[in-house]
């Protein structure tokens, strides 16, 4: 190809995906390619920095709009950014780029709805309670936008890249990609609201781009799987998907699972609105302590603080055991220890989510980029099983 058909290739790339074209290949030498300290991977993280970061995590959210609810063309574009992206950064394939196409299952998902529905909230708001009629207005909404997405196709991204030594031990790092958008009177689902939902979930998308692009140019012990989820925001369709032809598929080829590792809206952090007036006050969920898998998940989070924490950063994810899964919910159900990486939903709750108010303006970048530093310091000392 000639220069110029390279640059007319590219001006296209930058008009359908910003920033892909440019300025994504990082610098990593051989002597760094098996970082056995700390110190190493803290240096090759400071390769990206907060100014990078941002960027893609910009170009995400404007490949998407004005929203990436499944079915909508900005739900398309997202993924193909995403697909370009990985390409972009990894182009010797060191991993594997896996598109899964699927077809939802809609009727189990309407009626886990309908079951959760009956279950909880009749069971813990009277009927009267004007929340009551708001939650069941949003419940019906849900229904009847899975009803009308059965034709729809759903499409996971994987980027998988085989470990040199132990192959067969593997981590599985997720962050859905879709949205969905909400009006306020009534509660429903509304799918001509613009939904950029930078925090919801943007925010993981950009970590887990951001930290794969290093993962491209290390030399790797350890198996990982990096995870972009379609159908999230209805019934967690594609983490459902996930589990039932991937996490079977290893565990017939005798592969010993980690863990899974949920990222979601990282980039919420105020002072003004948490209720401890505190910031960089970040969580990771797992089970309750009376919960099956709870101290599976206990061990794999310790880990994974103690290894983020050798990063020195300006940061704290404190272990909270509430329960709370969104995507983490269907890796639980198979037996997988899930955790969850998040903003402080109880402190510090982000009442823009499912708004069409979840701009990157409205994001502590800071925070984010810490969030970024840190969660990518834990998986990659998880992966080479660093001890100083």
């Given at each position: 190809m000639s220069p110029n058909s390279k640059l007319a290739?590219?001006?296209?790339?930058i008009a359908l995906f910003p920033i892909v074209c440019f300025s994504q290949n990082i610098s990593i030498s051989k002597y760094e390619k098996?970082?056995?300290?700390?110190?190493?991977?803290?240096?090759?993280?400071?390769?990206?920095?907060?100014s990078r970061f941002e960027k893609n995590l910009r170009a995400f959210v404007r490949s998407g709009h004005p929203s990436r609810m499944v079915g909508l063309t900005g739900n398309k574009n997202a993924s193909k950014f995403v697909v370009q992206f990985i390409k972009k950064v990894d182009p010797q394939h060191t991993g594997k780029i896996i598109i899964d196409e699927f077809k939802p299952d809609v009727d189990k998902a309407i009626r886990e709805y309908q079951r959760d529905f009956k279950t909880y909230l009749r069971r813990n708001t009277p009927a009267t309670d004007p929340q009551f009629a708001r939650q069941s207005s949003y419940a019906?909404?849900?229904v009847q936008t899975l009803q009308s997405a059965r034709k729809l196709v759903?499409?996971?991204i994987i980027w998988e890249k085989k470990g040199i030594k132990y192959p067969k031990e593997v981590i599985i790092v997720g962050a859905h990609l879709d949205t969905i958008a909400l009006t306020a009177d009534p509660y429903v689902i509304n799918a001509d609201l613009e939904a950029h939902g930078a925090d919801n979930n943007a925010s993981g998308v950009a970590v887990n781009l951001s930290m794969l692009s290093i993962l491209a140019k290390l030399d790797l012990p350890r198996t990982i799987r990096v995870v972009f989820f379609d159908f999230e925001e209805l019934g967690n369709l594609g983490a459902r998907r996930f589990v039932k032809k991937h996490l079977k598929r290893m565990i017939?080829?005798?592969?010993?699972?980690i863990g899974f590792v949920n990222l979601l809206s990282l980039g919420h952090d105020t002072k003004m609105a948490d209720k401890t007036k505190t910031l960089r006050n970040m969580k990771v969920y797992i089970s309750k302590a009376h919960e099956k898998g709870y101290f599976a998940e206990l061990n794999l989070a310790n880990k994974l603080l103690f290894f983020g924490s050798k990063a020195g950063l300006p940061i704290k994810f404190a272990l909270t055991a509430n329960g709370f899964t969104?995507?983490?919910?269907?890796?639980k159900q198979a037996g997988v220890p899930s955790i969850v990486f998040s903003h402080n939903r109880e402190e510090d709750n982000n009442s823009k989510h499912y708004t069409s108010n979840d701009f990157v303006e409205t994001l502590n970048i800071r925070s984010l980029y810490y969030s970024f530093k840190f969660i990518s310091s834990s998986i990659i000392s998880l992966l080479f099983d660093l001890k100083r």
């Open positions: 290739q590219c001006a296209i790339l098996s970082p056995k300290h700390f110190r190493k991977v803290k240096s090759i993280l400071a390769k990206i920095s907060q019906n909404s849900v759903g499409k996971n017939k080829n005798q592969e010993s699972i969104a995507s983490s919910i269907r890796f």
